[in-house]
């Protein structure tokens, strides 16, 4: 099976931070990566899917990056609607996977 | 407009069995496969299995007790049934649609509300 380990698994910030957070799968994984973000009490939204394709809708500040086992979450310039718990998942084979989560809290 | 609205127990006694259905409302049925996946309190997400409009189903190996998830196309629905459950099954159960995104790139895009199973006597 494919395990996905984020990192950090929490960082504090200030409005207007530049944020990155990492993910790594235990194999190569091309492309097949996706980013969740996940408010306290709500079900998870998609926001980047195949590793770097912003969802419709969602704030440019937003992006993803990456291929292959290392992967990037980048929020360009942190807002106060940004402050939650950030997945990435596979896509490559099945059984699906989840990293931890990175939460992103207030400093 | 994509839907999926979820429902079942939110108390089940150990050894005894957890059932949630999913109902999917908007777009189509078929052509996806949909998903259940899992979130004990305070921690992170957990994929527990899928199955297409076929029947045809992938499970979590990691899982200790036994799934099935079977579907209803008739009422375009699809359900998990956990078996001998214990306290470690304690969590917010989800049911996802994981659509297409590109060559043959997949994410869970639509989510249902979340379901609260406690496990306990």
């Known amino acids: 099976d494919i395990q996905m380990t984020q990192s950090p698994s929490s960082l504090s910030a200030s409005v207007g931070d530049r944020v990155t957070i990492t993910c790594r799968a235990s194999q190569s994984i091309n492309t097949y990566l996706n980013w969740y973000q996940q408010k306290p009490g709500k079900a998870p939204k998609l926001l980047i899917s195949?590793?770097?394709s912003l969802q419709s809708g969602d704030p440019l500040r937003f992006s993803g990056s990456g291929s292959g086992t290392d992967f990037t979450l980048t929020i360009s310039s942190l807002q106060p609607e940004d402050f939650a718990t950030y997945y990435c998942?596979?896509?490559?084979?099945?059984?699906?996977?989840f990293g931890q989560g990175t939460k992103v809290e207030i400093k | 407009q994509v839907q999926l609205q979820q429902w079942g127990a939110g108390l089940v006694k150990p050894s005894e069995t957890l059932s949630l259905t999913c109902a999917v409302y908007g777009g189509s049925f078929s052509g996806y496969y949909w998903s259940w996946i899992r979130q004990p309190p305070g921690k992170g997400l957990e994929w527990i299995g899928e199955?297409?409009?076929?029947?045809?189903?992938n499970y979590n190996p990691s899982l200790k007790s036994p799934v099935t998830i079977s579907v209803d196309t008739s009422n375009n629905q699809f359900s998990l049934r956990l078996s001998s459950v214990t306290a470690a099954d304690t969590a917010v159960y989800y049911c996802?649609?994981?659509?297409?995104?590109?060559?043959?790139?997949?994410?869970?895009?639509?989510w249902g509300q979340g379901s609260l199973v406690i496990v306990s006597s």
């Open positions: 195949a590793a770097s």
């Open positions: 996802a649609r994981e659509g297409g995104y590109g060559g043959d790139s997949y994410a869970f895009d639509y």
């Open positions: 998942q596979q896509s490559y084979r099945s059984p699906r996977a």
């Open positions: 199955i297409n409009q076929s029947g045809s189903t």
